[in-house]
């Protein structure tokens, strides 16, 4: 996927994000919840990557309240709207930057990085770990959540029933994350599962278009709107809801 395909379209979507994002306003609690019991330094440093609306972010100032941030986002729509969102509470403890998320500049080390439903659109996740942990200051922890391989299996399912191209990406399994920790420290990998439940095919498909993460894999070509509706209303005349599944990977890494 084209890097400036998802600047643009988060971008697009931040106005709408902060309201419409439910999913991921509730997976950045389950993260920050995680969190809880790490041990960092006092005065910790500590790098989001892909801080949206400011929804994990929040929580990061709450749970640390000595440490210094600094939120990042591929898209500077979020970044601004992140700034707006924490207001005075950001003023001498947070910085904000627009930056690729696999492409870190050079320089700082931090205590901890942390990422709330972005690795599923980097590149080469898996190989990413081992850029992200090389940041780290000894003894540091990398935290993500990110989407596993079950996710939105209800789509592809529909997709095959009513014989329509798909279009979501394939996300690497659990066992694949597990087998990419770097040897410099000790890394695990929980996963859990999040029901949705929606109106219809129609309206899940709509969720993920207002807020951005409606984007298909490269090379995926759009179905026509006639099979998209020959489908939807297939589906109408048997089911009045629609249930979808987030299969989501918490990652925990410290650096030896």
């Known amino acids: 996927m084209a890097k400036k395909e998802v600047k643009n379209t988060f971008g697009s979507a931040a106005k709408e994000y902060q309201q419409k994002a439910g999913v991921q306003r509730r997976v950045a609690g389950d993260l920050a919840s995680r969190m809880v019991g790490f041990d960092l330094p006092v005065k910790a440093r500590i790098l989001e990557i892909g801080c949206g609306t400011g929804f994990l972010s929040q929580h990061l100032l709450k749970q640390w309240p000595d440490a210094t941030l600094l939120c990042s986002d591929i898209a500077p729509q979020m970044v601004m709207s992140c700034k707006a969102n924490l207001g005075d509470v950001a003023k001498n403890r947070v910085g904000f930057a627009v930056i690729d998320g696999e492409d870190l500049p050079n320089g700082e ?10 690795f599923q659109w980097f590149r080469d996740p898996l190989a990413n770990l081992a850029k992200l942990t090389s940041r780290l200051n000894p003894g540091g922890r990398l935290a993500f959540v990110t989407l596993g391989e079950e996710t939105f299996n209800e789509w592809r399912n529909f997709c095959a029933d009513y014989h329509i191209a798909c279009g979501l990406h394939n996300y690497p399994p659990q066992e694949a994350w597990q087998n990419n920790w770097p040897m410099d420290g000790v890394g695990e990998i929980a996963s859990t599962r999040i029901i949705e439940e929606h109106p219809s095919p129609h309206a899940f498909l709509r969720g993920l278009k207002e807020i951005g993460t409606g984007l298909s894999q490269k090379g995926h070509r759009p179905v026509s709107v006639v099979d998209l509706r020959r489908a939807f209303s ?3 005349k048997k089911n009045n809801s629609f249930a979808i599944t987030y299969h989501l990977l918490f990652g925990s890494f410290i650096k030896n």
């Open 109 to 118: 080390q931090f205590d901890l990085i942390v990422s709330s439903l972005v």
């Open 234 to 236: 297939g589906y109408a």
